[in-house]
């Protein structure tokens, strides 16, 4: 039997889910969270919803906010089931379910006053966000805030009447400010390196347009911890609304799905409180840089590697990929010879090791992630997560054939068809020039490498310029297949 998702039917759906201990009526909102997608769903909210089942920390419930259109999506599909989500953990040797319930609502745009009262509310204590890595109007080359962005131009013109999260924010701080309520905490949850650091730098940013002594106030009063954080999380789509449905007999309009492991390393800066979350497993330390490193590097650095060999090999699911020698064998010679050796020290921690259990959740056939997920977005992606790699051996005279195959290997992507002759459906917002570089390199490689705000110094690096041509060349010339196998036998940079 099947049931609609709903507080009402909690009762029936113990049978084959694990549902929330507390009641809705417990909770109190504490936080304001821009962004509910997957992610946030399968990641701080299940580490809240664990929180609440101990009866821990009730006045920290989740108040969703959101200004994109897929938001307002989300919104009616969330308020018609109670704001309830069914996460389904896969691992290779298990799947549980389980209903989980810490939001009590849902703000979005058109409703941008609702927004800036809810910020203003003193029971609001932290304001986080899972927007995307592109969503902090960074100069992915310079890392520094890029005051020309169009919607950044409109919020410094017209700071009164935010559209933008930060505008959104900033309105909400300075109501704070006015009514003699101390600033909430701002905790960036996207995979960003020094995330903390780079969200106040967009805040304080774009606050310096319109009114800058109001930004130095922001650095004076507002906490930005840094964070890593970590799930595998594919997209939700009629395979999974189907498992849930006919699996755990669970009407869910938008399930999330995910892997069993999860991880969140945060540093303790909450001059507001804090829920007690070291109690559901989220470690804090006085310095994320390290864990944040490993991962950024390790693992998502790995994602963008594998996503464009298996895309131009008509390669579709992430296992999938990890279960062909070829691009399996490329991936640990890239991490072991050229990524790992360049990562600085974790405490506690066997950098090896962990590679080991990234291969391990590559491998987990259960959770469905795709190659297209982890192709999208590569103009945000690869500067943060292959470039910096290759940025710090290069400084230190080390070689870059097997990153420079990851840069070629994307360019070839964006030519836009796969090597059986497959057209390639492109999702990043610099599609465009992207195919447009990638078609000029034939003739010249450096066209690619020409897109500076992607590729900054490294483009013009005499050597990585050498090591991707010869790449490039390759894979047009044999193909990705026997490209990667040059590549594992050593002989590609011959």
């Not at 906010?65 to 018609?80: F, H, T, V």
């Not at 009407?251 to 540093?267: A, I, N, R, S, T």
């Not at 790449?471 to 040059?486: D, N, V």
């Amino acid at each position: 039997m099947t049931h609609i998702l709903s507080l009402a039917n909690l009762a029936e759906i113990t049978s084959t889910a694990a549902v929330p201990s507390y009641r809705r009526e417990q909770l109190k909102a504490g936080i304001l969270h821009f962004g509910v997608g997957n992610f946030h769903r399968a990641h701080q909210a299940i580490y809240l919803h664990e929180l609440f089942n101990k009866g821990r920390d009730l006045d920290w419930a989740i108040l969703g906010a959101g200004i994109m259109p897929s938001d307002q999506m989300m919104k009616e599909k969330l308020a018609s089931q109670d704001y309830l989500t069914t996460v389904v953990e896969q691992d290779n040797n298990r799947s549980a379910a389980t209903v989980t319930g810490p939001m009590i609502g849902i703000l979005t745009a058109p409703d941008f006053d609702k927004i800036t009262a809810a910020l203003a509310d003193p029971a609001i204590r932290i304001v986080s966000m899972t927007i995307t890595e592109g969503g902090y109007f960074i100069d992915p080359a310079t890392g520094e805030f890029d005051p020309t962005h169009p919607a950044m131009v409109a919020d410094a013109n017209d700071p009164a009447n935010p559209r933008s999260v930060f505008g959104l924010i900033i309105a909400g701080l300075k109501a704070r400010r006015a009514a003699g309520i101390a600033p909430f905490t701002v905790m960036c949850c996207d995979n960003i390196p020094g995330n903390g650091e780079v969200t106040e730098a967009t805040l304080t940013g774009l606050a310096k347009l319109s009114d800058p002594d109001f930004a130095h106030w922001i650095e004076d009063n507002v906490a930005f911890p840094n964070a890593m954080v970590d799930r595998i999380t594919p997209a939700t789509g009629e395979r999974e609304i189907g498992i849930a449905r006919d699996t755990y007999g669970i009407d869910d309009k938008w399930p999330v799905f995910c892997e069993e492991f999860k991880q969140w390393v945060l540093e303790d800066k909450f001059p507001l409180g804090r829920p007690a979350l070291e109690e559901v497993g989220v470690t804090f330390v006085e310095d994320v840089a390290p864990y944040e490193l490993m991962k950024l590097r390790i693992l998502n650095g790995g994602h963008a590697a594998i996503a464009y060999p298996a895309a131009l090999m008509d390669i579709h699911f992430v296992h999938e990929s990890m279960e062909n020698p070829l691009i399996r064998g490329y991936l640990a010679k890239l991490e072991n010879d050229e990524i790992i050796p360049i990562v600085p020290p974790v405490p506690n921690t066997s950098l090896q090791d962990y590679f080991t259990l990234i291969e391990s959740r590559f491998l987990n056939p259960k959770i469905g992630d795709t190659i297209p997920r982890l192709a999208q977005d590569g103009s945000n992606r690869q500067p943060k997560f292959i470039l910096p790699s290759t940025a710090d051996r290069l400084a230190k005279g080390l070689d870059v054939v097997g990153l420079a195959l990851v840069s070629a290997l994307w360019c070839r992507y964006f030519e836009g068809t796969s090597d059986s002759g497959k057209a390639i459906v492109f999702n990043d917002a610099s599609a465009e020039r992207l195919q447009t570089a990638a078609i000029a390199s034939r003739s010249d490689p450096k066209a690619f490498l020409a897109l500076t705000d992607i590729f900054g110094n490294v483009g013009a690096n005499p050597l990585f310029i050498q090591r991707f041509g010869k790449a490039l060349e390759t894979l047009r010339a044999i193909g990705t297949a026997e490209t990667l196998k040059r590549y594992i036998d050593g002989h590609l940079a011959d």
